[in-house]
């Protein structure tokens, strides 16, 4: 991932990804857009429901980035999006280390082709067509593995986040169940 690239987080404020990813733990990677009419909200929705059955805490031991692939979305969308996520995972101490992005073409398109998320506009249906997908990272920034669908298991979101962040969230079984991973 390029850390130096900035985006416009939640609150308004510039932030560059070497800002959230800051090599001390892993990192969930979503790329979704705000206003999306269905896919978007779907990749979210399971994100969360995994991550409420996951004993492990956004913002502890991990953290979650969520960058819209929409240039034309806005922070307060943004907010409010980040807003209703941390309220639906039910761990409000999670809002710090979930960092909902807006930014430029040009950055979002940097981020998603070293990543390889492919995502397009269909003008005749006026929405993007991507896929559904999260990323995960390593605490440096180096892509781990991809989670593909709607629906993720949350003993695999565990074991992923383990083994991207081997040595800062695995515990010792977890450390056993990755030769299987």
Sequence with gaps: ????????????????????????????????????????????????????????????????????????????????????????????????????????????RSLAEAVGFGYRWVEQRQEYAHAAAIIVLTPTGRVSRYLYGVLYEPRTVRLALAEAGLGTVATVTDRILLYCF
């Design 1 to 108: 991932v390029p850390l130096e690239l900035s985006f416009v987080a939640e609150d308004g404020k510039v932030v560059r990804l070497g800002q959230l990813i800051t090599g001390q733990k892993p990192v969930l990677l979503s790329l979704v857009y705000y206003r999306c009419p269905m896919l978007c909200g779907l990749v979210l929705n399971g994100l969360v429901e995994a991550l409420k059955e996951v004993k492990l805490t956004a913002g502890r031991e991990f953290d979650v980035v969520t960058v819209s692939i929409d240039p034309l979305e806005t922070a307060t969308l943004a907010r409010l999006k980040k807003q209703a996520m941390v309220r639906e995972y039910g761990r409000p101490e999670a809002a710090g280390g979930w960092h909902f992005l807006t930014g430029e073409e040009a950055a979002i």
